[in-house]
């Protein structure tokens, strides 16, 4: 049976609502051991089978989910599948497999879970405390899903033609040739996927994304943006051209910058001119500039401060699109550039997307 424990506070600043589903008794005190000392994360509830867990979710609203993978009765892969059937929220799988884990995590994702931790076959052998960051930082993440709803306000409406020409020329008033679009997204980004780079072909302009995402969970966002991306998405590496209807996702720490190969043809290379993570998608855009490309940069909810405050310092006159702060669920960034840089344009997610299927 699900136990309830917390308060229902609806309002932005309240806590991540947790509900913990595991047949485990131990692991289920160590979750929440992990998690109770951290002030934005609340455990509303907790389920023992996956009955019991699609039962809690349909009473208790969460906003993330622990499942376990081997439990009696109906196992955490079938509760998982018949709850992503009808709620929005991420599921973080715990599997004690070893083996095959590649071909899980597809499966996992492929059913509607977000993200897998890894945990030893034996509870005997569970480092806890060796996974608790990771626990830590993957519901973190995950669970800062939900954009806050306004009755006047879908985030992910397409506007109407009248809006999109006059965006666009505002855009095009910037000088902007748009050869390449550059975004910054982080968590709570992941409720704007499909409605950004679900419906594009393969004309578009190459995208490049920073993700400010923990180590832990590149692996999921990755799987998470390629299951909902309607054009490849790809890791940056040195040495790799750049095609249109392909995104790339270029780790900050990867320290990359652009070339000019020949006209028309541009690669990733590594730069020493980046000496700092927060530096990466500021000199993506300034190597960008420098060889005659004027990019779009795009600033979602999760971005980087620290990125995004580089960024003002080359975008020069160039046109920033923002996110609209208002529905960002971490929106510390996209705030900072609306309110300090002059060129940047607010739109909503959907609003964003219908954007770029028309450069």
Known sequence: MARTTGSEDMTPSRPIRLLICDDSVFMRMAIRTVCDAHPDIEIIGEAEDGEDAIRAVKELS??????????PGLDGVAATTEIAQTHDVPIIILSSLTERRSALAERLMEVGAVDVIWKSASLMDIDIDGIANTILEKILFWGRHHAPA?????IRAKPSEDELKALQSRIDSSDSSHTFLLIS????????VTALFGQLGNHCPPIIIQPNVPQSCLDGFIRYLRKR????????QD????ENGHIYCAFASAGLAL???EEGTFSFCIS???RSPDLQLSWLHQTLVAIGARPLTIVLSGASVETCSNILNTSQNNAVIVETPATCPQAQAAAHISHKFSHSIECPAGTIGALMRTL
């Open 259 to 261: 070339e000019s190969l």
């Open 229 to 236: 991306a309607s054009v490849p998405v790809m890791i940056a």
């Open 62 to 71: 969460p906003d993330i989910v622990t499942m376990d993978i081997s439990m």
């Open 185 to 192: 997204m982080g968590a709570g980004s992941q409720d704007s």
């Open 272 to 274: 020493k001119g980046v």
């Open 150 to 154: 306004t009755d006047d306000n879908d």
């Open 239 to 242: 040495g790799q051209n750049l």
